[in-house]
């Protein structure tokens, strides 16, 4: 079983930067692939991106990509989500999720083990 603790939301201006950290229990850490969600005021639960068990692979929702970038340290039992360039539309509580089974997931539905979010709002 994992346990997952996100942190480092906040208030920002359009334009700014976050860095949202998730730390995670346990000594299995390395064999989950980690993700990233947000979820805006009614509006389903969106995919963000995604980092291998390495760190090596990424992938991110067109929306960010060019903007977040995803980061692990193993030995920290901790992911990260860099912001910047943050948009208005970026507001949203971010979730991350940790997955052992699934070699690239990106829907809600295929994670194990979430978060209990962070809430992030960006201000025009």
């Known amino acids: 079983q994992v346990q997952l603790v996100e942190s480092g939301g906040g208030l920002v201006q359009a334009g700014g930067s976050l860095r949202l950290s998730c730390a995670a229990s346990?000594?299995?850490?390395?064999?989950?692939?980690m993700g990233w969600f947000r979820q805006a005021p009614g509006k389903e639960r969106e995919f963000v991106g995604v980092?291998?068990?390495?760190?090596?692979?990424?992938s991110y929702a067109e929306s960010v990509k060019g903007r977040f970038t995803i980061s692990r340290d193993n030995a920290k039992n901790t992911v990260y989500l860099q912001m910047n360039s943050l948009k208005s539309e970026d507001t949203a509580v971010y979730y991350c999720a940790a997955e052992s089974l699934v070699a690239q997931p990106r829907r809600p539905s295929e994670y194990q083990y979430w978060g209990q979010g962070t809430q992030v709002t960006v201000s025009s």
């Open positions: 346990g000594r299995t850490f390395s064999s989950y692939v």
């Open positions: 980092i291998g068990q390495s760190g090596r692979y990424t």
